[in-house]
C-alpha cells in the first residue's frame, strides 16, 4: 500500500481546511485509516480513524471540529478540520497498515 497526504496549507484561527489521504496498491475499503499529527518539537499523536465499515473515532482535542470521512470508490480518506486553532499546527500524516503516508503540513496563525 502507498498512502498520498495532501490538503494542507496556512490557515487563520477559525478557519477550516480538509486534508485528503489517497491509497493506491492495496484493497483499500477493507483497511482502516488513521490520521495522525506531530507538532514542533512533540511526539506523533493520534488524531482520528474510521474502520471500513465507517466506524470513526477522535482524540477529544478534535471531538466536534474534525470530521473523518471515507471514499471507497476513490480510495481516499478525508478529514475535515473546522474552528481551527493555532494548537492544531502540525505535520498531518495518514497510515493505514502500519505504512505511513509523507505528511501535510498544516499552520494555523493570524
Known amino acids: 500500500v502507498q498512502l498520498q497526504a495532501s490538503g494542507g496549507g496556512l490557515v487563520q484561527p477559525g478557519g477550516s481546511l480538509r486534508l485528503s489521504c489517497a491509497a493506491s496498491?492495496?484493497?483499500?475499503?477493507?483497511?482502516?485509516v488513521d490520521w495522525y499529527r506531530q507538532a514542533p518539537g512533540k511526539q506523533r499523536e493520534f488524531v482520528a480513524f474510521?474502520?471500513?465499515?465507517?466506524?470513526?473515532d477522535y482524540a477529544d482535542s478534535v471531538k466536534g471540529r474534525f470530521t473523518i470521512s471515507r471514499d471507497n470508490a476513490k480510495n481516499t480518506v478525508y478529514l475535515r478540520m473546522n474552528s481551527l486553532k493555532p494548537e492544531d499546527t502540525a505535520v498531518y500524516y495518514c497510515?493505514?497498515?502500519?505504512?505511513w503516508g509523507q505528511g501535510t503540513l498544516v499552520t494555523v496563525s493570524s
Open positions: 474510521v474502520t471500513s465499515g465507517g466506524y470513526t
Open positions: 497510515n493505514s497498515l502500519g505504512v
Open positions: 496498491g492495496t484493497i483499500f475499503s477493507k483497511n482502516a
